[in-house]
């Protein structure tokens, strides 16, 4: 079956600019999460939705990143007035239900780049 | 709060020797703990994951990893290494009560040579 997707694969954008990054989870999960890989961070929580509950914005850096996730499926992470710090690698994963067990599956990321 | 450490940043072994690549947790709760492989510009996918049942557990490729509570180790173990198996590996960790997001270790990159 189709696994997530996201769109685009890469976005080079300049500084100052907005974003916004596309995911479309696998069909029938309910909970979805972006985590953001970069060299310095490493690999790190963004953001969480699960179901029609309030989505965990605790990973969130800034008040100039902001997700929404659209009828429970498709999401889009927005990111405003880009900073070269914002430049990353943007990884989106849905899981079945959100239980802390559940594998969560990737996409294959969005590699922003900003000038 | 919950945490991982993976212990070396790269890995070297010969095709055909033991993988052994190391994690430690720290939960203030019982911990899940996963194992993620990244391959080249590709996302990341599930090898293996501990979920409270039995200690040890086999994945995908070959891999196996041991929960070891007294140690707080999870450490992820191939008895023969392919040239396929290189790649970045990630611990990560999860708890009940914290939403499923995951906390991931740094990584490490496993390089095997002929």
């Known amino acids: 079956g189709a696994g997530v997707s996201q769109s685009p694969s890469n976005k080079v954008t300049e500084k100052g600019k907005d974003v916004e990054l596309r995911c479309d989870p696998i069909?029938?999960?309910?909970?979805l999460y972006w985590y953001r890989q970069s060299l310095g961070q490493g690999l790190e929580f963004l953001i969480y939705?699960?179901?029609?509950?309030?989505?965990?914005k605790s990973g969130l850096p800034s008040d100039r990143f902001s997700a929404e996730r659209t009828g429970g499926s498709v999401s889009t992470l927005t990111i405003q007035r880009t900073q070269q710090e914002d430049s990353a690698v943007y990884l989106c994963?849905?899981?079945?239900?959100?239980?802390?067990?559940?594998?969560?599956?990737f996409g294959p990321g969005t590699r922003l780049t900003v000038l | 709060a919950q945490s991982v450490t993976q212990l070396g940043s790269h890995v070297s072994v010969s095709e055909g020797a033991l993988v052994l690549l190391r994690c430690n947790y720290s939960?203030?709760?019982?911990?899940?703990l996963f194992w993620y492989v990244q391959y080249p510009n590709q996302g990341l996918q599930l090898l293996l994951k501990y979920t409270s049942a039995a200690t040890l557990v086999k994945g995908i490729n070959g891999f196996e990893a041991e929960f070891k509570k007294s140690e707080t180790s999870f450490h992820l173990t191939k008895p023969s290494a392919h040239m396929s198996d290189a790649a970045e590996y990630f611990c990560a960790v999860s708890r009940a009560g914290g939403g499923n997001k995951l906390t991931f270790g740094t990584g490490t990159q496993l390089k095997v040579e002929l």
């Open positions: 994963a849905s899981s079945l239900q959100g239980h802390p067990t559940d594998t969560q599956y």
């Open positions: 939705f699960q179901g029609n509950s309030a989505p965990d």
């Open positions: 069909s029938g999960h309910t909970a």
């Open positions: 939960s203030s709760v019982p911990p899940y």
